[in-house]
Protein backbone atom coordinates (compact mmCIF):
# COMPACT_ATOMS: atom_id res chain seq x y z
CA UNK A 1 0.00 0.00 0.00
CA UNK A 2 1.75 3.52 -1.49
CA UNK A 3 2.19 5.95 1.63
CA UNK A 4 1.34 9.98 1.56
CA UNK A 5 3.45 11.19 -1.30
CA UNK A 6 4.00 14.77 -1.58
CA UNK A 7 5.54 16.12 -4.78
CA UNK A 8 7.47 18.09 -5.12
CA UNK A 9 10.45 17.14 -3.01
CA UNK A 10 12.19 20.68 -3.31
CA UNK A 11 11.41 23.83 -4.14
CA UNK A 12 13.95 27.31 -4.72
CA UNK A 13 11.65 30.28 -5.43
CA UNK A 14 12.14 33.97 -5.29
CA UNK A 15 10.17 36.20 -2.94
CA UNK A 16 7.24 37.64 -3.87
CA UNK A 17 6.60 34.36 -6.20
CA UNK A 18 3.91 31.83 -5.38
CA UNK A 19 3.97 27.92 -5.07
CA UNK A 20 1.88 25.16 -5.19
CA UNK A 21 2.52 22.11 -3.48
CA UNK A 22 1.24 18.61 -4.14
CA UNK A 23 -0.33 15.74 -1.47
CA UNK A 24 -1.84 12.34 -2.75
CA UNK A 25 -2.96 10.86 0.53
CA UNK A 26 -3.11 7.10 1.00
CA UNK A 27 -5.34 5.10 -0.83
CA UNK A 28 -9.05 5.37 1.21
CA UNK A 29 -7.96 8.13 2.87
CA UNK A 30 -10.26 11.11 3.20
CA UNK A 31 -8.97 13.65 5.61
CA UNK A 32 -5.60 15.71 4.94
CA UNK A 33 -3.49 17.39 7.51
CA UNK A 34 -1.06 20.62 6.15
CA UNK A 35 2.03 21.07 8.35
CA UNK A 36 4.52 23.72 8.31
CA UNK A 37 8.10 23.19 10.10
CA UNK A 38 10.78 25.49 10.87
CA UNK A 39 13.53 25.82 13.33
CA UNK A 40 11.93 28.39 15.01
CA UNK A 41 8.67 27.83 15.49
CA UNK A 42 8.48 23.57 14.99
CA UNK A 43 5.45 22.17 13.71
CA UNK A 44 2.77 24.27 12.89
CA UNK A 45 -0.42 23.03 11.71
CA UNK A 46 -1.65 24.88 8.42
CA UNK A 47 -5.27 23.61 7.68
CA UNK A 48 -7.27 20.41 7.28
CA UNK A 49 -9.51 19.21 4.37
CA UNK A 50 -11.93 16.20 4.67
CA UNK A 51 -13.92 15.71 1.81
CA UNK A 52 -13.36 18.46 -0.31
CA UNK A 53 -14.02 20.85 2.58
CA UNK A 54 -11.58 22.77 4.61
CA UNK A 55 -12.77 21.44 8.84
CA UNK A 56 -9.66 23.38 10.73
CA UNK A 57 -7.37 26.59 10.11
CA UNK A 58 -4.71 27.42 11.81
CA UNK A 59 -3.04 31.05 12.52
CA UNK A 60 -1.46 31.24 8.95
CA UNK A 61 -2.18 34.90 6.59
CA UNK A 62 -4.27 34.15 3.79
CA UNK A 63 -1.54 33.86 1.50
CA UNK A 64 -1.55 30.07 2.46
CA UNK A 65 -4.76 28.36 1.15
CA UNK A 66 -5.21 24.66 0.02
CA UNK A 67 -8.03 22.84 -1.23
CA UNK A 68 -9.02 19.30 -2.05
CA UNK A 69 -10.02 17.05 -4.66
CA UNK A 70 -12.85 14.71 -4.78
CA UNK A 71 -10.14 11.98 -5.03
CA UNK A 72 -9.10 13.30 -1.54
CA UNK A 73 -5.55 14.63 -3.24
CA UNK A 74 -4.95 18.05 -1.88
CA UNK A 75 -2.92 20.91 -2.43
CA UNK A 76 -1.64 23.72 -0.61
CA UNK A 77 -0.60 27.15 -2.37
CA UNK A 78 1.51 30.04 -1.00
CA UNK A 79 1.16 33.86 -2.24
CA UNK A 80 3.75 36.50 -2.59
CA UNK A 81 6.05 34.35 -0.91
CA UNK A 82 8.51 35.68 1.79
CA UNK A 83 11.95 34.61 2.90
CA UNK A 84 9.94 33.32 6.35
CA UNK A 85 7.77 30.86 4.49
CA UNK A 86 11.29 28.73 3.72
CA UNK A 87 10.06 25.32 6.03
CA UNK A 88 9.43 21.86 5.67
CA UNK A 89 5.93 21.46 4.55
CA UNK A 90 4.50 18.24 5.38
CA UNK A 91 1.04 16.95 4.48
CA UNK A 92 -1.14 14.01 6.73
CA UNK A 93 -3.43 11.74 5.93
CA UNK A 94 -5.55 10.02 8.07
CA UNK A 95 -8.56 7.54 7.49
CA UNK A 96 -11.53 9.22 9.21
CA UNK A 97 -12.53 12.50 10.95
CA UNK A 98 -13.67 12.15 14.51
CA UNK A 99 -12.68 9.95 17.02
CA UNK A 100 -12.15 5.61 16.64
CA UNK A 101 -8.64 4.55 16.59
CA UNK A 102 -7.26 5.86 13.81
CA UNK A 103 -3.91 8.00 13.10
CA UNK A 104 -2.07 10.27 11.05
CA UNK A 105 0.47 9.05 8.10
CA UNK A 106 3.01 11.91 6.86
CA UNK A 107 4.64 12.09 3.65
CA UNK A 108 8.57 13.05 2.96
CA UNK A 109 7.34 16.74 3.21
CA UNK A 110 8.57 19.34 0.66
CA UNK A 111 11.91 21.36 1.43
CA UNK A 112 10.72 24.94 0.29
CA UNK A 113 13.42 27.61 0.34
CA UNK A 114 12.85 31.29 -0.71
CA UNK A 115 15.22 33.34 -1.74
CA UNK B 1 -4.85 26.44 24.87
CA UNK B 2 -3.51 22.79 24.52
CA UNK B 3 -0.19 22.64 24.61
CA UNK B 4 3.16 20.04 24.58
CA UNK B 5 6.18 20.45 25.98
CA UNK B 6 9.07 18.18 25.92
CA UNK B 7 11.67 19.88 28.33
CA UNK B 8 14.68 18.29 26.52
CA UNK B 9 15.89 19.48 23.98
CA UNK B 10 18.69 17.21 23.38
CA UNK B 11 19.90 14.18 25.08
CA UNK B 12 22.66 12.08 24.54
CA UNK B 13 22.54 8.13 25.53
CA UNK B 14 25.49 5.73 24.93
CA UNK B 15 24.39 2.84 22.65
CA UNK B 16 22.94 -0.36 24.83
CA UNK B 17 21.60 2.59 27.56
CA UNK B 18 18.18 2.77 28.63
CA UNK B 19 16.27 5.61 27.23
CA UNK B 20 12.83 8.01 28.42
CA UNK B 21 12.30 11.30 26.87
CA UNK B 22 9.97 13.60 28.78
CA UNK B 23 6.24 14.36 26.76
CA UNK B 24 3.89 16.72 29.06
CA UNK B 25 0.50 18.41 27.88
CA UNK B 26 -1.88 20.71 28.61
CA UNK B 27 -5.55 19.78 27.74
CA UNK B 28 -8.91 20.03 29.08
CA UNK B 29 -9.30 16.05 28.84
CA UNK B 30 -7.51 12.96 28.07
CA UNK B 31 -6.73 13.79 24.42
CA UNK B 32 -5.09 11.21 21.74
CA UNK B 33 -1.09 10.87 22.61
CA UNK B 34 1.14 9.72 20.07
CA UNK B 35 5.01 9.51 19.96
CA UNK B 36 6.73 9.94 16.25
CA UNK B 37 10.42 9.95 14.85
CA UNK B 38 11.91 12.22 12.33
CA UNK B 39 15.04 11.16 10.74
CA UNK B 40 16.90 14.56 8.86
CA UNK B 41 15.04 15.43 5.62
CA UNK B 42 11.88 13.26 6.47
CA UNK B 43 8.53 12.93 7.46
CA UNK B 44 7.32 12.03 10.56
CA UNK B 45 7.16 8.13 11.13
CA UNK B 46 4.17 6.96 13.92
CA UNK B 47 6.53 5.23 16.87
CA UNK B 48 3.11 4.56 19.23
CA UNK B 49 -0.18 6.23 20.23
CA UNK B 50 -2.52 6.15 23.24
CA UNK B 51 -5.93 6.34 22.23
CA UNK B 52 -7.53 4.32 25.61
CA UNK B 53 -7.42 1.10 27.77
CA UNK B 54 -3.74 -0.43 28.93
CA UNK B 55 -1.53 3.11 29.85
CA UNK B 56 1.41 1.18 29.07
CA UNK B 57 1.71 0.66 25.17
CA UNK B 58 3.65 -0.87 23.12
CA UNK B 59 5.43 0.55 19.32
CA UNK B 60 7.51 -0.09 16.76
CA UNK B 61 11.06 -0.58 17.36
CA UNK B 62 11.32 -1.49 20.65
CA UNK B 63 9.66 2.03 21.77
CA UNK B 64 7.21 2.14 24.87
CA UNK B 65 5.60 5.03 26.32
CA UNK B 66 2.84 5.23 29.69
CA UNK B 67 0.55 7.82 29.91
CA UNK B 68 0.14 8.88 33.51
CA UNK B 69 -3.19 10.99 33.89
CA UNK B 70 -1.95 12.53 37.11
CA UNK B 71 0.84 14.17 36.19
CA UNK B 72 -0.55 14.76 32.31
CA UNK B 73 2.58 12.61 30.88
CA UNK B 74 3.48 10.19 28.12
CA UNK B 75 7.02 10.04 28.29
CA UNK B 76 8.78 7.14 25.88
CA UNK B 77 11.31 4.65 27.10
CA UNK B 78 13.79 2.18 25.50
CA UNK B 79 15.43 -0.29 27.34
CA UNK B 80 18.35 -0.10 25.15
CA UNK B 81 19.01 2.08 22.68
CA UNK B 82 20.68 1.19 19.26
CA UNK B 83 22.97 3.70 16.89
CA UNK B 84 20.08 3.76 14.22
CA UNK B 85 17.74 5.36 17.04
CA UNK B 86 19.48 8.77 16.35
CA UNK B 87 17.08 11.21 15.49
CA UNK B 88 14.07 13.31 16.49
CA UNK B 89 11.57 12.59 18.29
CA UNK B 90 7.68 14.33 18.49
CA UNK B 91 5.12 13.88 21.32
CA UNK B 92 1.73 15.17 20.24
CA UNK B 93 -1.71 15.49 21.54
CA UNK B 94 -4.93 15.15 19.43
CA UNK B 95 -8.54 16.28 19.86
CA UNK B 96 -10.41 13.49 21.96
CA UNK B 97 -13.65 13.09 19.72
CA UNK B 98 -12.70 15.63 17.23
CA UNK B 99 -10.87 14.99 13.95
CA UNK B 100 -7.25 13.55 13.79
CA UNK B 101 -6.33 15.66 11.30
CA UNK B 102 -5.27 18.28 13.99
CA UNK B 103 -2.31 17.64 15.96
CA UNK B 104 -0.52 19.31 18.47
CA UNK B 105 2.91 19.04 18.80
CA UNK B 106 6.38 19.50 21.55
CA UNK B 107 9.33 21.45 19.77
CA UNK B 108 11.13 17.67 19.89
CA UNK B 109 13.79 16.42 21.31
CA UNK B 110 16.91 15.61 19.83
CA UNK B 111 18.74 12.27 20.05
CA UNK B 112 22.38 11.60 19.74
CA UNK B 113 23.52 8.19 20.12
CA UNK B 114 27.27 7.55 20.91
CA UNK B 115 28.85 3.95 19.97
Known amino acids: KAGVTQTPRYLIKTRGQQVTLSCSPISGHRSVSWYQQTPGQGLQFLFE???????NKGNFPGRFSGRQFSNSRSEMNVSTLELGDSALYLCASSLSRGGGNTEAFFGQGTRLTVV | AQSVTQPDIHITVSEGASLELRCNYSYGATPYLFWYVQSPGQGLQLLLK??????LVQGIKGFEAEFKRSQSSFNLRKPSVHWSDAAEYFC?????????????FGRGTQLTVWP
Open chain 2, 92 to 104: AVGHRGSTLGRLY
Open chain 1, 49 to 55: YFSETQR
Open chain 2, 50 to 55: YFSGDT
